[in-house]
């Protein structure tokens, strides 16, 4: 059996972690599963790091010993990774016995190497970021979060790092999979090439950490520390050489995280197993950053926001589906309750929910819950003619087959957000096939129950294959929807590497329909989320509101047309004759910033005829624009659409409603019909117009 081993970071445990780091740890939890369905033998690790000077100094307000204080903390972790169904195996916590065997061990293999040497430090450091900020004393803000670097002063030992650098550079060049995605790897290739200095990997005044070997004033910096949890995690300090399990699944196959810690892992760490004689992990994967309100989801910055509400109210499911739907994966995303609850009616209760609820119901109605099989001449698959019905059939199958193709690839590239795509292509196809084929006026017809059963079969069958796609991504939904299917045992031991195991068995009887997302009303949810949101900081006493997108801000509400789109504006009272315009200077146009977004909702405003409420997602974050163009596009049809947005304009109030922002659209014939201004080639969502 292949085996697989991945990690998430392990976590500070001074914060509690929140959706933006929270999705670390549910990408991996999808990429886990579906590595099961394909056959693996997997090992997944997370866990918290609990040394250093950030958790010294939270213990002694907190009026703890840090080992009172971290060990209070750890339980936090684990009920929100059994809230989310986090599938983990190993749990490692960097307080625990072997740990410090683990660090040690690696120490002494360094230093009898000969990469370890001992001399005065003097600079600048942020214990926030446990990070070196600058070699000189002179004052200076750390460039990751801002706040002023202290100065450190003292006698330390030093890991040489600058002896790697070839070695790292050769690494990258032969495995160019080392580091993903690939416009990470350019930045860690130069940040290399640049030249490397030796660092600093113990700590004289900190008490609060593991201590160096032969050396009791000193203790481990808190890096080397905790990289090295992805070793003591699957039993590094066992025996001499570790137990059979960490021989069997070092190296790790997968480090999956955030694009802040990419230095760490992606050329500090392979060194530090270097000088250990340690084999390197075969992938570091660098996500990007999910932003709050137009900025990255942080305790510090204030715009967090916590999964518990959201789990309560919608479900775990719904936030896994809504963050590895929507965020092209290693990018910046923006979160948002709106894009939240729209994908989980859409997506969720209308397009997988609608086609299971109503084929389930026919089934149990037409045919008391037994699907029709092949035996009964319903064989879609061999071309069924039966009543003319073979094309529509065939055409199911076509993007079935394409789906079956497909997915797994797009999920092996943990690119869950195609694959999701692809996924939810295959579900509205279908749902298209039931609208057209109309099995309902089918059963009133006696002579048209086979074609009925090859309709029914169809879509049976090709929801048991989104129960078994979506189970990493959906693992509770997916197999309430199995066990509605009728299906035996659990959806995610599905083998999809088997040959044939999309074949729905034959004499397959299907249970009762019941709801597995039954549709929300979008006010009264975000006010029940805001309510769940309130409780929870109440509980827990931080300052963090739930504050949505377009609220945030407060601009003023001005009387304004019915339309943020370029088009119908009231122009300013020009000196220049309408047919000869004004000529502007390149800087004049500079000052307007226009983006690509793609829209990710679109809906009516009431009593707005002519104006749609539209989110749209400009890269950095998603942004709520009105838009003049309701007669003239269907709301449904504009999403995933690619637009230019004017990103820099005062928001302002249409109709109560706020507009941050404007889109682009031509303007057609007397009465000024709007046509969105669109791209043919594939355009990152934020790319300025110039
Ligand atoms: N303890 C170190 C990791 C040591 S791994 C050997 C650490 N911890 S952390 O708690 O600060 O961050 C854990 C992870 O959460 C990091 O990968 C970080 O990038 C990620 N995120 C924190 N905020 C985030 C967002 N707003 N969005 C996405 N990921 C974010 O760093």
């Not at 201004?677 to 300025?688: I, L, Q, S, W, Y």
Request: glycine fraction near 8%; aromatic fraction near 10%; charged fraction near 25%.
């Amino acid at each position: 059996m292949n085996k697989f081993y991945i990690t998430t970071p392990i976590y500070y445990p001074n914060a509690r972690p929140h959706v933006g780091n929270s999705y670390t740890t549910m990408v991996c939890d999808a990429i886990v599963r579906f590595k099961r369905q394909c056959g693996f033998d997997v090992a997944f690790l997370t866990g918290t790091d609990e040394h250093g000077e950030k958790l010294e100094r939270a213990a002694l307000a907190a009026g703890l010993s840090p080992q009172e204080f971290v060990a209070a903390k750890r339980p936090i972790f684990h009920n929100l990774w059994k809230a989310l169904n986090i599938s983990l195996t190993h749990f490692i916590y960097t307080d625990r016995p072997d740990h410090t065997t683990s660090v040690q061990r690696m120490l002494v293999r360094a230093r009898d190497a000969g990469y370890v040497y001992k001399k005065k430090y003097e600079g600048r450091y942020c214990i926030h970021d446990e990070r070196y900020v600058s070699d000189s004393t002179e004052p200076v803000n750390c460039d990751v979060c801002g706040r002023p670097a202290e100065l450190i002063s003292e006698e330390n030992y030093f890991f040489k790092l600058s002896a790697f650098a070839d070695r790292l550079l050769e690494h990258y060049e032969k495995h160019p999979e080392f580091v993903q995605p690939d416009f990470r790897r350019n930045e860690v290739v130069s940040f290399v090439r640049s030249g490397l200095r030796d660092i600093s990997v113990s700590r004289r005044r900190i008490k609060w950490g593991i201590p160096w070997p032969g050396d009791p004033e000193q203790v481990f910096y808190v890096w080397y520390d905790a990289l090295t949890s992805y070793l003591t995690g699957i039993g590094f300090a066992e025996g001499d050489n570790g137990s059979a399990e960490f021989r069997k699944y070092w190296p790790a196959d997968v480090h999956m995280v955030g694009k802040d810690i990419i230095r760490f892992h992606a050329v500090y760490w392979p060194a530090f197993l270097m000088a250990a004689g340690l084999p390197l992990p075969k992938t570091i994967f660098a996500h990007g950053f999910l932003n709050f309100g137009g900025d990255k989801m942080s305790k510090s910055k204030g715009n967090v926001v916590y999964c518990e509400p959201i789990v309560e109210a919608l479900g775990a499911d719904a936030l896994r589906y809504y963050l590895l739907r929507d965020i092209p994966f290693g990018q910046d995303s923006s979160f948002s309750y709106e894009g939240l609850i729209q994908r989980y009616n859409s997506d969720l209760a209308n397009d997988l929910g609608n086609l299971a609820n109503r084929t389930i119901t026919m089934l149990n109605r037409y045919f008391g819950g037994e699907v029709p099989g092949p035996t009964t001449g319903c064989d879609e698959q061999k071309g069924a003619d039966v009543g003319g019905s073979a094309e529509a059939e065939r055409n199911v199958i076509v993007v079935q087959n394409s789906v079956l193709d497909r997915v797994p690839d797009s999920f092996r590239q943990y690119d869950f957000s195609r694959g999701l795509e692809g996924i939810w292509h295959f579900i509205g196809t279908v749902n298209q096939y039931l609208t057209e084929r109309q099995p309902w006026v089918l059963a009133e017809d006696p002579t048209q129950r086979e074609r009925l059963g090859v309709v029914l079969r169809t879509a049976t069958q090709a929801l048991r294959i989104v129960a078994v796609l979506v189970s990493p991504v959906l693992p509770k939904s997916a197999q309430k929807l199995w066990e509605q299917l009728g299906q035996h045992g659990s959806v995610d031991e599905v083998d999809i590497e088997k040959p044939d195991w999309e074949e729905l068995p034959s004499g397959t009887r299907v249970g009762h329909p019941e709801p597995i997302f039954p549709r929300l009303d979008k006010e009264e949810t975000l006010a029940r989320l805001e309510e769940l949101a309130e409780a929870d900081r109440n509980r827990d006493k931080p300052k963090e509101a739930l504050k949505s997108v377009q609220t945030e801000k407060t601009p003023e509400a001005v009387p304004a047309p019915e339309s943020s789109i370029s088009s119908p504006q009231s122009p300013a009272p020009s000196p220049v004759p309408a047919t000869e315009p004004a000529k502007i200077s390149i800087e004049d146009f500079a000052k307007v910033e226009m983006r690509t977004g793609e829209i990710k909702t679109a809906e009516p405003i009431p009593g707005a005829k002519k104006l749609l409420k539209l989110t749209v997602d400009i890269g950095t974050e998603v942004r709520q624009v009105c838009a003049g163009i309701a007669e003239y596009y269907e709301p449904e049809k504009l999403i995933g659409m690619k637009v230019v947005v004017v990103t820099n304009l005062q928001p302002r109030k249409l109709r109560g409603v706020e507009s941050n922002g404007m889109i682009v659209a031509a303007s057609i014939g007397e009465t000024g019909q709007p046509v969105l201004v669109t791209f043919k080639e594939d355009v990152p969502n934020g790319a300025r117009l110039k």
